[in-house]
């Protein structure tokens, strides 16, 4: 039992001593370049699969 309580009492203090949370402001860049790179990412795989698509379709078209 003593283990258990050491080791909560050292992640507390790690915690709220130890980590450098980020502000509000950094918090909001990050989540902004985040969400770009999603939409970017989602993109280039919606072409891939678009431009894939197109291709086997018309080597399919040969062997018909």
């Known amino acids: 039992m003593n283990k258990i ?3 909560i009492s050292e992640s507390w203090q ?4 130890k980590v450098t949370w980020p502000t509000w402001g950094q918090l909001q860049q990050s989540t902004v370049i985040v969400l770009g790179a999603t939409v970017v990412i989602t ?5 891939m699969d678009l431009a ?5 379709k ?6 018909k």
């Open 14 to 17: 790690e915690m709220t001593e």
């Open 5 to 7: 309580s050491s080791y």
């Open 52 to 56: 894939s698509q197109n291709l086997l």
């Open 43 to 47: 993109a280039m795989v919606g072409v």
């Open 58 to 63: 018309l080597i399919y078209s040969f062997f």
